[in-house]
């Protein structure tokens, strides 16, 4: 065979293997709930989009902010317009590594966490989040869950509410990635 | 061959440290640009009239609204808070685009059925506006007799009003909207000359901050000086005028204002203000609504 040939397959399969280590989700869930003294606040978004490398542990989730959807329309508007301003953020995103790659051809449960930037309402901020991988043949679930201040990125709580919301919301993620 | 060489191993082995965060944010579906334009105004009634907007799907608007007496009225009346009109009211969005509602007023003890249909929404690459149907029939329910003497309905049709207007409303900015309302009302008893009262009202918001706006509003009457003696009993009405603010609470809009009409549905604040608001026959007022859901499949999808 030609040597350019064969560098050329040899350059393919490196590249295929590379992205062959992709496992990713378009509908991702995220949920987040508030204790509020009325009626406690949630709403899910099952539009999140994660991609995780399982070579070299980045991970990336991109989160929606207008497909969050609330079981009362009226919060769900005010939390586009008012909190969260989706018109000027529309995305959170979280960009990071995870700390300690687990092998994860093998099936099985591993806790992991990542580190990187969490980007809400603008506002990035440096987090390690904390999550477990299970690896089932072809998919990996990965479930976190972690807290945001609100304070932390800026978003007001208004000063005259019925609905007061609480100072930290917990946010709950599922994701079922499949290889690319 | 030795460029190629160095060109494929090159790529071959940096692929893989190549491939940082932002590269596996292209293996998702590009970002979607958002469509329609929401929130044009904060609730379905801008002061008096109608805004643009509806009720969502299986939601449940519950609004309280009340118009004092005249703030000229003197101390004697407590500057108009003695006496107050209060209209209680439901709607409830079939879907997205449709309201059905339902109110009674204690002017006249008047119960109006309506109906909202979102025809066409605003949107960043479609129409330049929003365009909503609205239908009511205002039902006058009094006792046909005032007294004794006095018989002031005869049949029931003379308790039907009927209104129909077309709500054209364009978001300029995030801040500033602007509505346009031309329609009419049809009497069922007329107190002067005109069955039908044509009108066309202009109101608009500006957003002073997140969760205040300010908002105008006025309707004016295509009825000459001698036809505005529609009210009961052949009063002089003038055109309605409002200023007021919005102060939305996360699940609430509070929405008070100024305004020269007692009555808060069509019939009465197009055909039966006897205040003149420039002449200081202002009537202080204020409308609350609250949102309750019944979306229970999101409800249930939401739960934590």
């Known amino acids: 065979m030609h040597m350019k040939t064969v560098l050329l397959m040899l350059g393919l399969a490196l590249t295929f293997q590379a992205r062959a280590q992709l496992f990713l989700t378009q509908t991702g869930e995220t949920r987040f709930f508030s204790k509020a003294p009325l009626e406690d606040i949630s709403a899910i978004n099952k539009k999140t989009g994660a991609v995780l490398n399982t070579q070299n542990g980045d991970v990336v989730v991109r989160v929606p902010i207008t497909e969050f959807q609330f079981p009362n329309k009226l919060m769900q508007e005010h939390f586009n317009e008012n909190y969260l301003e989706s018109d000027k953020f529309p995305y959170a995103m979280f960009r990071g590594k995870l700390q300690d790659v687990p092998d994860l051809s093998k099936p099985g449960s591993y806790d992991v966490s990542a580190k990187g930037s969490f980007d809400l309402h603008g506002v990035k901020l440096d987090r390690v989040l904390k999550g477990k991988l299970v690896v089932d043949g072809e998919k990996i679930t990965l479930t976190s869950e972690f807290q945001v201040a609100l304070v932390d990125h800026k978003i007001d709580i208004p000063k005259i509410v019925f609905q007061k919301i609480a100072e930290t919301v917990d946010v709950r993620n599922t994701f079922v990635l499949v290889k690319k | ?304």
């Open chain 2, 1 to 304: 061959m030795k460029q190629t060489l160095i060109f494929l191993l090159a790529g071959g082995f940096f692929a893989t440290p190549a491939l940082a965060q932002d590269d596996l944010l292209n293996n998702l579906d590009p970002a979607k640009p958002k469509t329609t334009t929401t929130a044009t105004f904060k609730g379905t009634r801008l002061i008096n009239g109608h805004t643009v907007e509806t009720v969502r799907g299986k939601t449940l608007d519950f609004l309280i609204s009340h118009r004092f007496g005249r703030l000229n009225s003197g101390v004697d009346n407590f500057y108009g808070m003695d006496e107050a009109t209060i209209r209680l009211g439901l709607e409830y969005g079939i879907n997205d685009r449709l309201t059905v509602g339902i109110g009674r007023s204690s002017v006249q003890k008047t119960v109006d059925l309506y109906l909202k249909y979102r025809l066409l929404r605003q949107a960043g690459q479609g129409s330049p506006v929003s365009i909503t149907l609205f239908g009511s029939d205002a039902i006058v329910t009094e006792p046909t007799r005032q007294n004794a003497a006095a018989v002031l309905y005869y049949n029931n049709g003379e308790r039907q009003n009927w209104t129909g207007q077309v709500l054209i409303a364009r978001k300029f900015s995030e801040k500033f909207s602007l509505q346009v309302t031309p329609g009419i009302v049809v009497l069922g008893k007329p107190e002067a000359a005109p069955k039908t009262v044509a009108s066309v009202g202009i109101g608009g918001r500006y957003k002073v901050s997140k969760r205040v706006s300010v908002n105008a509003e006025y309707f004016a009457r295509f009825l000459s000086e001698a036809d505005r003696f529609t009210a009961p009993g052949g009063a002089k009405t003038y055109n309605v005028f409002a200023v007021g603010v919005d102060i939305e609470t996360g699940g609430h809009v509070f929405q008070l204002h100024f305004t020269n009409s007692q009555g808060m549905i069509e019939k009465q604040f197009l055909t039966q203000a006897t205040g003149d608001f420039f002449k200081g026959d202002i009537n202080y007022g204020f409308n609350i609504s609250r949102t309750f859901s019944f979306d229970r499949k999101t409800k249930k999808a939401a739960a934590w």
